[in-house]
Structures are given as structure tokens and as C-alpha cells.
């Protein structure tokens, strides 16, 4: 709102802003929220919404906040986000044309920056045009200056190898402070009030797959993002690959089996969040008999999918991937 500079009750002018508050706080002895309820306040103002409680006077330029709390702020938003949603594609939720104009739209986006980011990497390092280049991860300086940036910090070239042993430590140290175990599934009580809500939710001792996408069934989310992404670039890969990959461990005298989660481009890749990660490194486990087999087999381990997260979000929606939750 652009709010005059000259004064409702006397006609004054001022200079600015400030000089208008002034002049009505010592001439006409009103606050600037008295001033700009008497002559600028619309109908409803100041009051959430939400709740319809009293919202909160910001200063005279501002006028007052839309809810009294962030509680309310964040349902108004959603009531927002719902009502533009009925407007312009007729439901409470995207409908499959609306999605699919805004992954058109967000792809157009995501290419055209990606494009535009391209050439300058290329000018930048003098890259001939002819030479094509679709991800600037094939630029040999940037990929060379990301090995050297994490042989510096980490001492690997590979980020999904750094074995971050500080974090592991102080994990360990607040789980023997609250479950009195270095790891929390350890602790019997939790285990089993686990397994009593596995019983209740899907009448199995044990968590099953968590989404079914495709009708395929996905341990996590990072998996089915890192899925729909392979699907859209058009890359070949084989999810879930068989026959097994047989690791032996010394703690049971067993052979198991390994199920890798993809193979593309004949590559093994595996996507683990870094706190699983973290378990392969804890030497005579079974997951770091595992682990030991997979480094012989050259899996490369994903422990950061934000850029295949951000990719859904951007061209699917923030919730997507919560349709396809079991």
C-alpha cells in the first residue's frame, strides 16, 4: 500500500515517511497505529483469518500481519495455495492436466537455466560451441575442481567414500545418553514398541517397503526419486537387478545375500542416507561385511539425492512422492 505523506488531519506535507509519524505523534499526540486505523485501516484488518484473533500491529507503512501466529500463517497458506488451486485448475489438489502444465512449465524453467548456465561455464573455459555438453559435470575443470575441493576436505575424490567418523561419534554418545545403547534400535523397549506398530500397521513383525510406485515397491524416498528421474532423462537402468551378490560374515558363519538398488550404464549404484552409510564403516558387522563386498563390485554409493529431490519438487509438486506412500 502507498501511503501519503501529507497529513489526514491538517493537510501538513512532509518529506517522507518518517517525517509524516513525527509530525502526527507530537502535533496530534496519536500513535502511528491509532493514525493509521483512523485513516487507512480496511475492513478485517487486524484480524486472523485463521482464528479471528487480534493480529499484531507491524509500524505504519506495513499495516498489520495477515495471522497472529505461524500456525495459522502456515494453514492460511495452504488455504491460499487450495483456493488457487480451485481457481485454476478446478480441485483441491492438482488435477493430472494441472501437473501437467506445471511440469511444462517447470521443465522449460529447469532447462532453459541449465542451458543458460552451460554457456557460460563454456565461455568461461573456452569450450568450443560444437562440443556438446548437457550437464556441466562433463566439464573436466569442474569435475576435476569437485575431486579437488573433496581430496582437500575429506581426502577422497568421491564424496559418497567420506566417512564422516565425527558424526558417528557424537550419535553414538547421544544414543548411550538416551537409550543407554550405541545404536537406539539396541534398546529393547524401543524394538519392541517397533515391532508392535509394524504388527498394528502392516501385520508383519518387520517395516516393508515404504512406496509402490509403478508397481514396484521402493525402500525409500530417495529411491523413487532417483527412479522417476532415470525414467524422465531416459536413462537405461535396471532396478533392483538380479541374480543376489553373496557377502560372507563371520558373525553368524553365513553366507547372505545383496540386492543391489539400480545398475546404469553398467554401473552398480546404491542409494544409502549417510546415517545407514555410516553402519557400513563399523568394522565386524554385517552390514560392514557387506559393505566390503560392494567396494569389490565398484558400487557407487549415493548418499546425497537432494539434486533428484529438488528435480521432483520442481516438476512434479513438493508432495508427490507422499501419493505413492504405503
Known amino acids: ?72 500463517a502456515s494453514t492460511n497458506n495452504a488455504e491460499d495455495r487450495i483456493q488457487v488451486r480451485h481457481n485454476n485448475y478446478g480441485g483441491k489438489y492438482f488435477s493430472k492436466e494441472g501437473r501437467e502444465k506445471l511440469n511444462k512449465i517447470a521443465s522449460i524453467t529447469y532447462e532453459t537455466r541449465n542451458k543458460q548456465n552451460i554457456e557460460k561455464l563454456k565461455n568461461e573455459y573456452k569450450i568450443p560451441n560444437e562440443v556438446e555438453i548437457t550437464n556441466i559435470s562433463q566439464i573436466k575443470e569442474i569435475k576435476d575442481k569437485k575431486e579437488q575441493t573433496n581430496f582437500e576436505k575429506y581426502g577422497v575424490k568421491n564424496s ?8 558417528l561419534e557424537k550419535r553414538i554418545k547421544t544414543s548411550n545418553e538416551k537409550y543407554g545403547t550405541d545404536y537406539p534400535m539396541q534398546n529393547d523397549k524401543l524394538q519392541d514398541n517397533r515391532i508392535k506398530t509394524c504388527i498394528e500397521k502392516y501385520d508383519s513383525l518387520y517395516f516393508t517397503h515404504k512406496y509402490k510406485y509403478n508397481d514396484l515397491k521402493f525402500d525409500s524416498s530417495w529411491e523413487l526419486a532417483y ?100
Not at 500500500?1 to 497529513?7: E, F, G, H, Q
Open 1 to 72: 500500500m502507498k501511503l501519503t505523506y501529507i497529513c489526514k488531519i491538517c493537510g501538513k506535507e512532509s518529506v517522507n515517511n518518517n517525517g509524516l509519524i513525527s509530525h502526527i505523534t507530537q502535533t496530534h499526540k496519536l500513535s502511528s497505529k491509532e493514525y493509521y486505523d483512523k485513516f487507512f485501516k480496511k475492513e478485517n484488518e487486524g484480524i486472523c483469518p485463521v482464528c479471528g484473533k487480534e493480529t499484531q500491529f507491524i509500524k505504519f507503512s506495513l499495516g498489520y500481519r495477515k495471522t497472529c501466529s505461524y500456525s495459522c
Open 227 to 326: 527412479y522417476i528421474w532415470l525414467k524422465d532423462k531416459n536413462i537405461q537402468f535396471t532396478y533392483q537387478p538380479r541374480p543376489a551378490i553373496l557377502y560372507f560374515w563371520n558373525g553368524d558363519n553365513k553366507y547372505h545375500k545383496y540386492y543391489p538398488d539400480f545398475i546404469v550404464n553398467d554401473e552398480i549404484i546404491e542409494v544409502k542416507n549417510p546415517y545407514l552409510y555410516s553402519k557400513f564403516l563399523l568394522e565386524g558387522t554385517k552390514d560392514n561385511a557387506k559393505y566390503k563386498k560392494m567396494l569389490e563390485y565398484n558400487v557407487k554409493i549415493l548418499t546425497d539425492c537432494s539434486d533428484y529431490l529438488n528435480y521432483i519438487e520442481l516438476h512434479y509438486g513438493k508432495n508427490y512422492l507422499d501419493e505413492f506412500k504405503l
Open 160 to 167: 559418497f567414500l567420506i566417512k564422516d567418523e565425527k558424526g
